[in-house]
């Protein structure tokens, strides 16, 4: 990788990943709005929480992290591997599995 694909990489990526984070908060909204409104049983509140949580976790507490690394990053700085990143991956997983049981939690009822 050359010196000029770094920089260009994390412009790109800080693009890509605002358009599904917007996308998770406008969800997040509506679905604790149809929990709150409806009458959705008991086993649903918990995994919404957490769908709904765990993007703002991201948002709040990791991405702020990731941004300082590549703004130092890219001002020049020689930094260590940031372990931002396996925080944000585990939070992802843990909202994959919020969704799943989601989506698979109707079926099994």
């Known amino acids: 990788m050359n010196a000029t694909s770094v920089p260009v990489g994390l412009g790109i990526g800080r693009l890509v990943f605002r358009a ?31 769908a709904a949580v765990l993007p ?15 703004d130092r990053f890219l001002a020049g700085e020689n930094l260590p591997r940031s372990r931002s990143h396996l925080w944000y991956v585990a939070l992802e997983l843990l909202k994959v599995a919020a969704l799943l049981a989601l989506g698979i939690g109707p079926l099994t009822v």
């Open 20 to 50: 599904p984070h917007t996308v998770e908060a406008v969800c997040a909204v509506v679905g604790i709005v149809a929990v709150a409104v409806g009458a959705a049983p008991a086993w649903i509140i918990g995994p919404t929480a957490a």
């Open 56 to 70: 703002l976790a991201q948002l709040a507490a990791v991405r702020p992290s990731l941004n300082r690394c590549s």
